[in-house]
């Protein structure tokens, strides 16, 4: 019996971290995007000299 709580603890300790990191992408996307709506708004001149050193 107490193999499987081992396990479960495991699985949920998984589950949290995964939960955390899908947070970390999402935010992630979600900046990137936000950037990109403002540069294609406004097209202010700071992100275009960000974009050349990307492009």
Do not use: A, C, T
């Amino acid at each position: 019996m107490e193999r499987k709580g081992e396990n479960k603890s495991l699985l949920i300790w998984i589950e949290e971290i995964w939960e955390e990191l899908e947070v970390q992408i999402y935010g992630i996307i979600g900046s990137i995007l936000f950037f990109g709506v403002i540069y294609f708004i406004f097209q202010p001149r700071w992100i275009s000299s960000v974009f050349d050193l990307f492009f």
